[in-house]
Antibody
Framework: EVQLLESGGGLAQPGGSLRLSCAAS????????MTWVRQAPGTGLHWVSA????????SYADSVKGRFTISRDNSKNTLYLQMDSLRAEDTALYYC??????????????WGLGTLVTVSS | QSELTQPPSASGTPGQRVTISCSGS????????VYWYQQLPEMAPKLLIY???ERPSGVPDRFSGSKSGTSASLAISGLRSDDEADYYC???????????FGGGTKLTVL
């Protein structure tokens, strides 16, 4: 079955860290760029970060640049998001999503159900 | 704060046609394709329209997209109760160097 399954969310203190994972199945993982998109409670979608199929290129939204690191392990069909120096405004449901291309990430044809990150003391 | 502007809500009765607008700028909609996603309650977003007006396999032709200048719209004809969802427009933003999303429009079927 073609699917994405996120994990790793939870409660973190301000300044703390979390590592999100996204396990992919049912498609050739290394052939597609992947992305993280977040949705704060009651609000819309916001792009966070993206990585090419080979992991050669990465990109970040200004709001997370220098604090979050995206990576992938194509041998394990898994996408990661290392989140450091967390802030209250990082509280959101984090979705991983699959691009339709190897190096570009204009739009996404497969989404996971999300993992909830709460940053609070 | 979103780079793309959508009405927060829209509504219609079963069988009606509704349209959801999405307004942007020359750095996003004006120079790139527009995409639409449907998010049913408590579900992940689903791709509804790509490249302004194309439908992925399985999306009924009741859903149609269009773009003109720096604006785009999603039309839903023959409205059904299971169309109740949040709808998001999206496009590449040259200033962001990444995808931008609208704030979402909550569609209610009365």
């Amino acid at each position: 079955e073609v699917q994405l399954l996120e994990s790793g969310g939870g409660l973190a203190q301000p300044g703390g860290s979390l590592r999100l994972s996204c396990a992919a199945s049912g498609f050739t993982f290394k052939s597609y760029a992947m992305t993280w998109v977040r949705q704060a409670p009651g609000t819309g979608l916001h792009w966070v970060s993206a990585i090419s199929g080979s992991a050669a290129t990465t990109s970040y939204a200004d709001s997370v640049k220098g604090r979050f690191t995206i990576s992938r392990d194509n041998s394990k069909n898994t996408l990661y998001l290392q989140m450091d120096s967390l802030r209250a405004e990082d509280t959101a449901l984090y979705y991983c999503a699959k691009s339709v291309a190897t190096t570009q990430y204009y739009y996404f044809d497969l989404w996971g159900l999300g993992t909830l990150v709460t940053v609070s003391s | 704060q979103s780079e793309l502007t959508q009405p927060p809500s829209a509504s219609g009765t079963p069988g009606q046609r509704v349209t959801i607008s999405c307004s942007g700028s020359t750095s996003n909609i004006g120079s790139n394709f527009v995409y639409w996603y449907q998010q049913l309650p408590e579900m992940a977003p689903k791709l509804l329209i790509y490249r302004n007006k194309e439908r992925p396999s399985g999306v009924p032709d009741r859903f149609s997209g269009s773009k003109s200048g720096t604006s785009a719209s999603l039309a839903i004809s023959g409205l059904r109760s299971d169309d109740e969802a949040d709808y998001y427009c999206s496009t590449w933003d040259d200033s962001l160097s990444g995808p931008a999303f609208g704030g979402g429009t909550k569609l209610t079927v009365l």
